[in-house]
DNA sequence: GTCTATATGAGGATAGAC
DNA sequence: GTCTATCCTCATATAGAC
C-alpha cells in the first residue's frame, strides 16, 4: 500500500470538489438551477450520482459554495483594480472596466448570478449577496460622481448603473454576436466625459 | 331546472377561466413559474386541484394562454400609441411613454416576462415572443434614429434599449422606493435630445 | 472514495363520484 | 362543473456493499 499523508488526500478531495463545482457551474448556467439535476452534474463530472453527497450536503449547498467562489473572486478583482487609482475619473473607468473584464472572462459566473437573480425561489439563497454588491456599486458610483462634481448623484447612479447592467444583459442575450467592446467604448464614452 | 343557453355556460366559463389565469398570473409573477404549483394556483383562485384541468389541459398551456394575453395587450397599447403619431421625435417619445405605462400599470405581466425570460428551462415557450419583441423594438429604434439623423443607428439603438431596459429591472429589483417617473425625465432628456 | 440500489416526497395529471 | 382520491413520474437524498 502506498501510504498517503492527510495533504495528500485533501489535495485529491479539493480537485474533485472542484471538478464537481465546475460542472455544476456549467449546466446551472446552461439550463437554470432548478431544471438541473444531481444526476446530470454527476454525469458530467464523470461520477455517480451518490458520490455527489459525499463532497456537498446537498444541491444548495453545491450553490451556495459555487456562488461564494464567484463572489470572492469578483470582490478581490474589484478591490484591487480600485486601490490601484486614486483619481475619480481613473476609479471610475477601473470599475467599468474591471466589470466588463469579469463578464468578458467568467461567463458562466455572470449568466448563473444573472438567472438566479430573476428567479425568486432562489433569490433568498444569494439575495443578502446581490443586494450588498448591488447598493455597493451604486454608492461607489455615488461617492465619485459627487468628487467630480456631479448634482444629483443619486440618478445620475441609477442611470450609470442602469445602462451598465442592460449592457451586460443585451450580451448575454445576443452572446458573441453582440459587439459588447463598441458598447464599452460607447459607454464610457457617453458617461465618463469629465 | 333553470335552462341555460350556450352563451350563459361560455359566460360562466370564461370567468372561471379568467379567474384562475389572474390567480396564476399573481403567483407566477411573485414565485416564479416553476416554483409555483398547481395546488397553489387553484387554493387561490377558490377551487380544487382538478378542476384546473377541465380549463387549462396542462401548467405549461396555462403559461401560455397567460402569456399570449399580456403580448396582445402590449402590442395593442404599442401599436395605437404609435399611430397617433407621425413625427419621427414623437413616435420615438410614444414608444417611451407606453413602455413605461405598461410596466407601471401591469407590473405582474412584466415580472412574469422578465423572470421567464431569464429561466432558460422555460425560454423556449416564449422564446420567440421575447425575441421578436426585442428585435422588434430594436429595429424601431434603428429606423426612427436614422430618421433623426444619427449615423451609427445599430449602436445608439443598443444603448437606449439597454437604459430603457435597465431602468425597468433597477424598478423590478427595488419597487416603489425607487423614482421611476424622475428616471424616465432623465432618460427623455439624455436621450432624445434631437 | 466510489458505486448501486433504494427510500422518500413533491407535484403534475387522471378517474370517477356527485 | 366541481370535488376527492389516486396514479405516476422524477429528482433529491440515503444506505450499505465493495
Request: hydrophobic fraction near 40%; include cysteine; charged fraction near 25%.
Amino acid at each position: 500500500m502506498s501510504p498517503k499523508t492527510k495533504e495528500q488526500f485533501k489535495e485529491i478531495r479539493n480537485q474533485s470538489k472542484a471538478s464537481i463545482q465546475a460542472a455544476a457551474l456549467e449546466l446551472f448556467g446552461k439550463q437554470g438551477y432548478a431544471n438541473t439535476s444531481i444526476s446530470q452534474i454527476a454525469k458530467a463530472a464523470g461520477i455517480s450520482k451518490g458520490l455527489m453527497y459525499n463532497y456537498f450536503e446537498s444541491k444548495e449547498v453545491l450553490l451556495r459554495e459555487i456562488l461564494l467562489a464567484a463572489f470572492g473572486e469578483g470582490e478581490n478583482l474589484m478591490e484591487t483594480s480600485l486601490l490601484q487609482q486614486s483619481a475619480p475619473k481613473e476609479q471610475l473607468l477601473a470599475i467599468i472596466e474591471g466589470t466588463f473584464y469579469m463578464v468578458r472572462s467568467q461567463p458562466q459566473y455572470w449568466k448563473l448570478l444573472t438567472t438566479l437573480a430573476f428567479q425568486p425561489e432562489i433569490a433568498g439563497e444569494i439575495e443578502w449577496a446581490t443586494k450588498h454588491k448591488r447598493e455597493g456599486t451604486l454608492e461607489l458610483f455615488k461617492n465619485i460622481l459627487a468628487q467630480l462634481g456631479v448634482k444629483d448623484t443619486e440618478k445620475e447612479a441609477y442611470l450609470m448603473g442602469a445602462t451598465l447592467d442592460g449592457i451586460l444583459l443585451q450580451y448575454f442575450f445576443l452572446g458573441n454576436t453582440y459587439p459588447l467592446e463598441d458598447m464599452k467604448k460607447l459607454y464610457i464614452e457617453r458617461f465618463c466625459n469629465f
